[in-house]
């Protein structure tokens, strides 16, 4: 069962007595985890607090995806292992997917802990801290494992978790993450996702529509599907098979929403009738996340990607074919069981030929229950994967410069989200600046926002304008940031003059 439409809206208590610290690794779906759960939990008597030390309740939402993610949350755990001593009330809980996949092991490795909940029982979270409490015993809710039922069983016990959300949550006000599906099928050797996000299973349109008005009554003014392969989306409704193609055009009527993305893309799903909708539909975002892995047959066949180099290219054809403009990034993999330096100079070829926007490196790690771990030794040593990683990571950069640059001169539509990051350090460092921002409509202070095609573009400008559409004259770019001013446009004698704003 979906629960977004069926439950109450949050009240917000105004007696919180209680503090919540939450700790969040990983993907943008964990992030969306994490911003429904404290919602929930703000809707009772809880108040988000970022100081472990005050905190009478700790959650660490967390990845499984690479070693990496576990041991960080493991040591964060040590770090507060002796923390009831003098806080005999503090509850401590592990949620997501490492709770998921190890389980009693958490309990088993951190004694302290509470209570582990995984990806498909999110909604528990509150009841399970008031109980654990009030009784002080441990509590575990997580779902089945893949073998441990058949499909139907073990997808019913990974429930999607979507309650009304709390506006004040949103890490923006004007961006949202929408979930129109949970889990994969698509069991690639390496990953551990399927495990422990479930099987696929796609929301309803009518939910999915629903939640989009809600966000757009909310100010929001751009969504962001998310989907493990979301564009795999597949729902049945009233009869109708309903693809991601048509739910795009389900959610571009919705007023209010100026721009929709979708992440992240299965390659052999990237399908002409989605692209030609990414075409036709002015809001949609052109830019696709279509991670290749990697650009060797035999690495992606032990990999079991489902596609060769020639369907990759394939499709990067239909996309330039379709969407002349659309900004492509990828994922790779490298040091993945057997990969040799032919290999690894094949992906290094890929991103040469398809000249990706970007693209996210990782140095492959072993997980325990994937058939890669079952199958092969992780064997190529951790020097060869990092020199690896630094010189595909040097060649994209070149390439994302070299991309970057051909902007320079041009003039470009960003979605303003808000203040840089410098400018956030800036506040963080000296809170009194924020006080000039509140009347001051000429003070000037450094943006960020995105272009159509996801390249982040930095200019000065009035914070205010955060939320708006507005055009920047670009005049210069690093590998992944394009630099600009805003453009005014000013009516003279019934001509139409542009106007960098010179900073
Ligand atoms: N080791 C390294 N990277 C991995 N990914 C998934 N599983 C592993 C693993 N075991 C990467 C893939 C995926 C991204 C989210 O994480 O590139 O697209
Ligand atoms: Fe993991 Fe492959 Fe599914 Fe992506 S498609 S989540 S890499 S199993």
């Known amino acids: 069962m979906d629960p977004f439409l069926n439950s109450e809206p949050l009240s917000k208590s105004a007696d919180h007595n209680h503090q919540l610290y939450i ?15 404290v919602g929930a939990m703000r809707g009772g008597n809880y108040e988000l607090t970022d100081d472990i030390g005050a905190a009478d309740t700790i959650l660490f939402n967390t990845c499984s995806v690479r070693e990496h993610a576990e041991h960080k949350i493991y040591s964060q755990l040590g770090r507060i292992k002796y923390s009831k001593r003098t806080r005999p009330n503090l509850v401590i809980g592990v949620m997501g997917c ?134 795999s989306y597949r729902h049945i409704e009233d009869g109708k098979e309903y693809r991601l193609a048509d739910l795009l055009e389900l959610i571009h009527d919705t007023d209010g929403i100026e721009r929709i993305k979708f992440v992240t ?85 890929l991103i040469r030929e398809f000249r990706f926007k970007n693209s996210f490196i990782f140095k492959y790690s072993e997980r ?33 410069e070299e991309d970057n640059a051909e902007f320079i001169g041009r003039e470009v539509e960003v979605l303003v989200e808000g203040l840089s990051k410098a400018s956030e ?18 003070h000037k202070t450094q943006l960020v926002g995105r272009t159509d095609c996801d390249r982040i573009v930095v200019f000065d400008g009035n914070p205010r304008l955060a939320g708006s559409l507005t055009h920047i004259a670009v005049h210069d770019c690093s590998a992944t940031t394009l630099l600009g001013s805003i453009v005014t446009r000013q009516l003279n004698h019934g001509l139409q003059v542009d106007l960098p704003v010179v900073s």
């Open 23 to 37: 700790e969040t690794v990983g993907c943008q779906m964990n992030m969306l985890d994490s911003e429904l759960v």
């Open 98 to 231: 490492m709770a998921q996949k190890d389980q009693e092991i958490i309990f088993e490795r951190a004694p302290h802990v509470d209570i582990v909940v995984g990806t498909g029982q999110l909604a528990e979270i509150p009841r399970l801290i008031d109980e654990t409490r009030e009784n002080r015993q441990r509590q575990m809710a997580v779902s089945l494992g893949r073998r441990d039922g058949s499909r139907t069983q073990v997808a019913g016990s990974f429930e999607s978790y979507d309650p009304l959300r709390d506006p004040e949550m949103r890490p923006s006000p004007y961006q949202a993450f929408v979930r129109i599906m949970i889990g994969c099928d698509k069991f690639c050797t390496y990953c551990v996702v399927p495990m422990t996000r479930g099987p696929e299973q796609s929301r309803s349109p009518s939910q999915i529509t629903s939640e989009v008005r809600t966000l757009a009554g909310q100010g929001v003014k751009e969504v962001t599907l998310l989907g493990q392969t979301v564009n």
């Open 265 to 349: 893309n299965y390659p052999k799903d990237m399908t002409l009738d989605l692209l030609q909708a990414v075409r036709d539909l002015p809001k949609v975002s052109r830019y696709l996340h279509v991670p290749a892995q990697s650009g060797c047959d035999e690495v992606l066949a032990r990999m079991k990607r489902g596609y060769t180099v020639s369907d990759y290219r394939e499709m990067m054809q239909r996309i330039h074919e379709t969407v002349p403009d659309a900004a492509v990034s990828s994922d790779f993999i490298v040091g993945f069981c057997g990969e040799t330096e032919e290999s690894f100079e094949l992906s290094m070829n």
């Open 368 to 400: 325990p229950g994937t058939k890669a771990d079952g199958l092969w030794p992780d064997d190529i040593p951790d020097d060869v994967k990092r020199r690896r990683n630094n010189e595909m990571l040097a060649l994209q950069n070149e390439v994302s």
């Open 425 to 442: 350090k800036r506040l963080a460092a000296n809170p009194e600046a924020e006080d000039c921002h509140g009347d001051d409509a000429s």
